[in-house]
């Protein structure tokens, strides 16, 4: 009787034993950058998140570096369910769809808060693809702006040609191709060595990279272009996701929302540091030449140009292609910039110009219609009607006579669509004293113009 009753008693715990192990679930996960890096860094609060939240019901195994996937295969595996969950650079997939691509064109969003407002737009769009692929978006963190790391001082485009120039994504391979480098596919852990093998000479990345690679080992200078923000983007295969409790699944969620929200903060933290670090560590750090910005600004035109084709027989203009068309419009006329807030002064007025060029020319073919001029600092669309612009043009030129910063902020404002908070960046003062010039000059626009 007692060997019986023993005997119960054991296949009563193998049976709580296995009861147990199925109502736990692990995920392995692929991340491709190291452990010290402040992606992976919040990739394993985010896990530490989920097993908490779920009291160990679901735990998230990192394997970081490429060390379970390499980068480049990372979505696929997701995708195919090899693996549950990832996290990869979201231009990697450029060539894929053209979403995936968004967050690093040149120059649309060079800031914080410009890369927040991008994304916000980009994210249902983003999720939409993703859906159709059978994946489940749960957040997105920016790199800190991207810089030219280099062997020596770039001073101009010309410095870049014939060089093996690292990419790693579409856009970047473009770029290359456009200044007449080689470009050269590496991924971040190869990056060591292929420099002090010569596979590669130069490349675009941000300061945590440049640290997280020991840049000062085998490259001398950084400079500091902020071209743009790249994302990574963590995803979820969606029937992984679907099997798991109501209750885990929105421990998941809440888990991501709060590595979203941390990430973003850890990365302003991250470009502070680590640019810091590499002056530190010997790397000269350089803003970019007037002369290599204006080079950079026409190649990357040539890129914009295939937008401005694509929708060449619509009525509406967007503000980056403007941006790009009122560069070749000052380069053109050998106007040189001193730095980036006169930049985009002068392309303001140049856009100005462009803009009313434009209507008058539309009115030569059409009668009536209206303008339309997205801005990039608002969702709905400033519309200015044709008959009107011609007279806010000058009222704008008697503005600029009586108080030449007020016209310039008009123009910032309504024609490039920069909202206070980046206009205040430019001028190095406040959004509020910004609202309060900007009210001073609707004013004055409002009396020149009566009751247009």
Sequence with gaps: MTIFVRACAGLLLAGALVTSASAQTKWDMPTPYPDGNFHTKNVARFAADVAKATNGSLTIAIHSAGSLIKHAEIKRSVRQGTTPIGEMLESLAANEAPVYGVDSIPFLATGYDASKKLYAAQKPYLEKQLASEGLILLYSVAWPPQGIYAKREIKSVEDLKGLKFRTYNAMIGRIAALV????????????????????????????????????????THYIDTQAWLPRDIVFVNKEAFDKLKPADQKAVKDAAAAAEERGWKMSIEEMTIKTKALKDAGIIVLAPTPELFAALYR??????????????????????????????????????????????AYAARAMRGLIVDYVRERRALKRGGAFHLTSSDTEAEQVAQIADLDPLSAALDALAVADPPLAELVELKFFCGFDFTEIASMRGVSARTVQRHWDKARLFLRHSLGDR
């Design 180 to 219: 007449g480098a080689i470009p050269t596919q590496i991924e971040v852990p190869d990056l060591p060595t292929a420099f002090a093998t010569g596979r590669v000479d130069v490349m675009i990345t941000s300061a945590s990279t440049g640290v997280d690679t020991k840049s000062q080992d085998y490259l």
């Design 299 to 344: 190649e990357l035109h040539r890129l914009a140009e295939r937008q401005l084709r694509a929708g060449a027989g619509g009525l509406t203009l967007g503000a980056t292609t403007l941006l790009h068309e009122a560069y070749l419009h000052l380069s053109q006329r050998a106007v040189t910039f001193p730095d980036r807030s006169r930049f985009f």
